[in-house]
Nanobody
Framework: QVQLVESGGGLVQAGGSLRLSCAASGSIFSMDAMGWYRQAPGKQRELVAHITRGITTYYADSVKGRFTISRDNAKNTVSLQMNSLKPEDTAVYYC???????????WGQGTQVTVSQ
């Protein structure tokens, strides 16, 4: 089992910034992709960004140029720097970790991000 602890959510005005962090512990061997998903009320959970152990990154089109994902393999952490936040970024953000091959995967408990007008 892998345990994920998230931090950094909160309330921010449009145009502001937040930084989310996620620390992994437990059975962390063979961890590959670490990433962030989000789920807004009434919507499906969607992938925001992920980063492989080899530091290949992926971003959803809606956040390209505004969000930056990074990881520290030595500390088993992944962070998401979110700039120029928009009200439509409001959601619960979940940390996700996948072992090599995409399975199994683990989820954090979620952290609320609210962006006001």
């Amino acid at each position: 089992q892998v345990q994920l602890v998230e931090s950094g959510g909160g309330l921010v005005q449009a145009g502001g910034s937040l930084r989310l962090s996620c620390a992994a512990s437990g059975s962390i061997f063979s961890m590959d992709a670490m990433g962030w998903y989000r789920q807004a009320p009434g919507k499906q959970r969607e992938l925001v960004a992920h980063i492989t152990r080899g530091i290949t990154t992926y971003y959803a089109d809606s956040v390209k140029g505004r969000f930056t994902i990074s990881r520290d393999n030595a500390k088993n952490t992944v962070s998401l720097q979110m700039n120029s936040l928009k009200p439509e970024d409001t959601a619960v953000y979940y940390c996700n970790v996948q072992k090599y091959g995409g399975f199994p995967e683990y989820w954090g408990q979620g952290t609320q991000v609210t962006v006001s007008q």
